[in-house]
């Protein structure tokens, strides 16, 4: 074997792998390959608000095989303990639990909710609650 040299191989080797390093990485930067999932906060993926009356009273987060836990409670029901993937009711799913908040997903939508621990609820508007427009007041000059 005095035609080989295992020098030239591994330098013709390594030449070889930059240049497939730097085209797939000029591909990526340019759009034409997509490599990388979209990043959680971008603006592509809206951050919806909670149901009103919602309420997220503590975590419990996953440990070992434990799914991650959350109690949730309505103004209309006791409180609920929610294990992580399960249905709160039958338009919201518990899709993350984590230590101080939880995310949850409505049934058809795409864009999460953001639900914190101890966060003020978002009030009911009810139909006697909700702002009622005051009657248009003609001007009237006063009289001389």
Known sequence: MAGFNMVRLQRA?????????????????????????????SASLPVLPPPPGLVLQATIPASGAAPGMAILADGNHPPVLVPEG????????????????????HRGLDAPMVLIAGAVPVPAITPDAAPRPSP?????????
């Open 136 to 144: 248009a007041v003609p001007a009237v000059p006063p009289a001389r």
């Open 86 to 105: 399960a249905a709160f009711n039958d338009d919201l799913r518990v899709d993350r639990v984590l230590n101080d908040r939880v995310v949850l997903r």
């Open 13 to 41: 080797l390594l030449g070889l792998g930059a240049l497939i390093v730097v085209g797939l990485w000029t591909a990526e930067e340019i759009g034409i390959l997509h490599v990388a999932a979209p990043q959680q906060g």
